[in-house]
């Protein structure tokens, strides 16, 4: 999946713009890794029930051994699955929580600025 471009955060309303763009790129991403680990789940245990059964027709110890051998690193896909997707809720929250803080802090500023009697310098940042 190619990412979204983000827009360059010249103002408050491109900040949380970009912000929000990195929250959803970051869900998209755990929803499809998520699937990826449970695809690769059910290959390793359909694998190893294939292993079996070829030991019960006393196929050679290799042809076990391989499919064994495959097995394991499906195993090894899934859990570095597994492990992306705890990344990807981390990444998720840490973009949300950073959206919440930039209009909770910012708002305030913004409130400021165009409150104040005196013109500022450069109030661009919240301006469109």
């Known amino acids: 999946?190619?990412?979204?471009?983000?827009?360059?955060?010249?103002?408050?309303?491109?900040?949380?713009?970009?912000?929000?763009?990195?929250?959803?790129?970051?869900?998209?991403?755990?929803?499809?890794?998520?699937?990826?680990?449970?695809?690769?789940?059910?290959?390793?245990?359909?694998?190893?029930?294939?292993?079996?059964?070829?030991?019960?027709?006393?196929?050679?110890?290799?042809?076990?051994?391989?499919?064994?051998?495959?097995?394991d690193a499906v195993a090894g896909q899934a859990a570095a699955a597994i492990t992306y997707a705890s990344r990807t809720d981390e990444s998720a929250v840490a973009a949300h929580f950073a959206a919440r803080t930039a209009t909770r802090n910012h708002a305030g500023i913004e409130e400021a600025v165009n409150d104040a009697p005196v013109a500022m310098a450069v109030p661009a940042f919240y301006g469109e």
């Open 1 to 71: 999946m190619p990412t979204t471009a983000l827009p360059e955060a010249v103002n408050h309303s491109a900040l949380i713009t970009a912000l929000a763009i990195i929250r959803i790129e970051v869900e998209s991403r755990q929803e499809d890794v998520t699937a990826l680990g449970e695809g690769a789940k059910a290959l390793h245990d359909r694998l190893v029930n294939l292993a079996d059964e070829l030991g019960g027709l006393k196929v050679d110890v290799y042809t076990i051994g391989n499919v064994h051998a495959v097995a």
